[in-house]
């Protein structure tokens, strides 16, 4: 079975454009979370969806928003982006009750 | 609120030696524990949970933690380490009692990264 894809695994913007990040679950997973991991750091919480509802969100601001379709696959959006918007973000699924979460890759997001 | 600590930035050690790698959490409520590993270019990939019950716990490539309340700790370790380690480890916690809304919200340290020596 595959895992989780994200799409495109690069990406470099210049500030002040927008960006959108794409994310498939795993088969037969229905939730999905939003990480954002900038050098050096542990992953940060963006966003959870389940069943195309947001179930949870991080501390950022409005600039960053999501929205899960009815094959739970993924979109991230960043509008208006910042030099500090830099870096890997990744996307994790699981089951309803699951306590493991399961990532992809990442994209590398690089704001010139 | 939650957080995780992670006492080691970086941790160089010799093959076939041991290693521990610490992780301290502060939390309000019950948490469950993880450690994941993150190769380069890669995502995070789970090694080990503890959920309830015995408090070691063990997990794949021949790693182990152990959970302790009272020190609110969460250390990882590994009795013979490979070159193949070689990578970046990160703690993290999520409220054991998600009411199935935060099963997807973990708090991850800061990260250590431990390389392997030949």
């Known amino acids: 079975d595959a895992g989780v894809t994200q799409s495109p695994t690069h990406l470099i913007k210049t500030r002040g454009q927008q960006v959108t990040l794409r994310c498939s679950p795993i088969s037969g997973h229905k939730s999905v979370s939003w990480y954002q991991q900038v050098l050096g750091q542990g992953p940060q919480f963006i966003f959870q969806?389940?069943?195309?509802?947001?179930?949870g969100r991080g501390n950022f601001p409005d600039r960053f928003s999501a929205r899960q379709f009815p094959n739970y696959s993924s979109e991230l959006n960043v509008n208006a982006l910042l030099l500090g918007d830099s870096a890997l973000y990744l996307c994790?699924?699981?089951?309803?009750?699951?306590?493991?979460?399961?990532f992809g890759s990442g994209t590398q997001l690089s704001v010139l | 609120a939650q957080s995780v600590t992670q006492l080691d930035s970086q941790v160089p050690v010799f093959e076939e030696a041991p290693v521990e790698l610490r992780c301290n959490y502060s939390?309000?409520?019950?948490?469950?524990l993880f450690w994941y590993v993150q190769y380069p270019n890669q995502g995070l990939q789970l090694l080990l949970k503890y959920l309830s019950g015995s408090t070691l716990v063990k997990g794949i490539n021949g790693f182990e933690a152990e959970f302790n309340k009272s020190q609110t700790s969460f250390h990882l370790r590994k009795p013979s380490v490979h070159i193949s380690d070689t990578a970046e480890y990160f703690c993290a916690v999520r409220h054991s009692n998600a009411g199935g809304t935060s099963y997807g919200k973990l708090t991850f340290g800061q990260g250590t990264i431990l390389t392997v020596h030949p």
């Open positions: 969806y389940y069943e195309k509802e947001e179930r």
């Open positions: 994790a699924s699981s089951l309803l009750n699951g306590e493991k979460l399961f």
């Open positions: 939390s309000s409520v019950s948490v469950y």
